[in-house]
T-cell receptor, first 115, second 110 residues
Framework: EAGVAQSPRYKIIEKRQSVAFWCNPI?????LYWYQQILGQGPKLLIQ????????DSQLPKDRFSAERLKGVDSTLKIQPAKLEDSAVYLC?????????????FGPGTRLTVL | QKEVEQDPGPLSVPEGAIVSLNCTYS??????FMWYRQYSRKGPELLMY????GNKEDGRFTAQVDKSSKYISLFIRDSQPSDSATYLC??????????FGTGTSLTVIP
C-alpha cells in the first residue's frame, strides 16, 4: 500500500512570496489533515478535511493560509504572503478507522524555509 | 496551560538501558492515547495506541495510561541505537482532532 505522498520535499522562499504544497493521501482515506511542525515542537493542526468538506480550521491563519481538497482526494495548502515565522515542516496525514482505531498515517513533510 | 505537556529532553542513554518517556494532559475528555516515533526528516509513525487506563505491551515497548492522574508513559526495554528518534505523545477525545506533545528527543549510544 502506497503511503501519503507530499511535494515538494523542500522549499526556500523569501518573505512575502507565495508557496503551495501538495498532498496525496492513502487511497480510500476520507480524512485528511494538514499540520505545521515548527522545529522542536509537536505538530499543530492547521486544517482537517472529511472527504472534501472542512471539519476543523480553527487554527488556520486564514488571512494568509488557504487549503482545498477538491474531489475529496488530494489537497493543496497555500501560503500567501509568507512570513519568517512560517518556516516549518508542513505535514499531511490521512486516517482510517481500523479495528476501532482511528490511525493517522503521515507523509514525509515539506520543509519550508522563509528568508 | 497547554493541552499536552511533554519534556523535550534531549535524553541520552546507553544501549540496553530502559527508557521512560512521559506526558501529562489537562483535558479529561481525552480518551485515546498514542505514541508516535519520528526519525529525522521523516513524518511521525504510530507506535502504540491505547484507550484505557493500564498497561499495553508490544515487544520492547510498553504504554501506560493513568487517567486519574492525567499521565501517560512509554517504556522502552533493551534500548537499541535504532530507537534514536523523537517520540511524540498524542491524544484525542471523541472527535477526530489529535493533540500532540512537543516530542522528546532520544539518543541511544552504542
Amino acid at each position: 500500500e502506497a503511503g501519503v505522498a507530499q511535494s515538494p520535499r523542500y522549499k526556500i522562499i523569501e518573505k512575502r512570496q507565495s508557496v503551495a504544497f501538495w498532498c496525496n493521501p492513502i487511497s480510500g482515506h476520507a480524512t485528511l489533515y494538514w499540520y505545521q511542525q515548527i522545529l522542536g515542537q509537536g505538530p499543530k493542526l492547521l486544517i482537517q478535511f472529511q472527504n472534501n468538506g472542512v471539519v476543523d480550521d480553527s487554527q488556520l491563519p486564514k488571512d494568509r493560509f488557504s487549503a482545498e481538497r477538491l474531489k475529496g482526494v488530494d489537497s493543496t495548502l497555500k501560503i500567501q504572503p509568507a512570513k519568517l515565522e512560517d518556516s516549518a515542516v508542513y505535514l499531511c496525514a490521512s486516517s482510517v478507522i481500523l479495528a476501532g482505531i482511528n490511525e493517522q498515517f503521515f507523509g514525509p513533510g515539506t520543509r519550508l524555509t522563509v528568508l | 496551560q497547554k493541552e499536552v505537556e511533554q519534556d523535550p529532553g534531549p535524553l541520552s542513554v546507553p544501549e540496553g538501558a530502559i527508557v521512560s518517556l512521559n506526558c501529562t494532559y489537562s483535558n479529561s475528555a481525552f480518551q485515546y492515547f498514542m505514541w508516535y516515533r519520528q526519525y529525522s526528516r521523516k513524518g511521525p509513525e504510530l507506535l502504540m495506541y491505547t484507550y484505557s487506563s493500564g498497561n499495553k505491551e508490544d515487544g520492547r515497548f510498553t504504554a501506560q495510561v493513568d487517567k486519574s492522574s492525567k499521565y501517560i508513559s512509554l517504556f522502552i526495554r533493551d534500548s537499541q541505537p535504532s530507537d534514536s528518534a523523537t517520540y511524540l505523545c498524542a491524544m484525542r477525545g471523541t472527535g477526530n482532532q489529535f493533540y500532540f506533545g512537543t516530542g522528546t528527543s532520544l539518543t541511544v549510544i552504542p
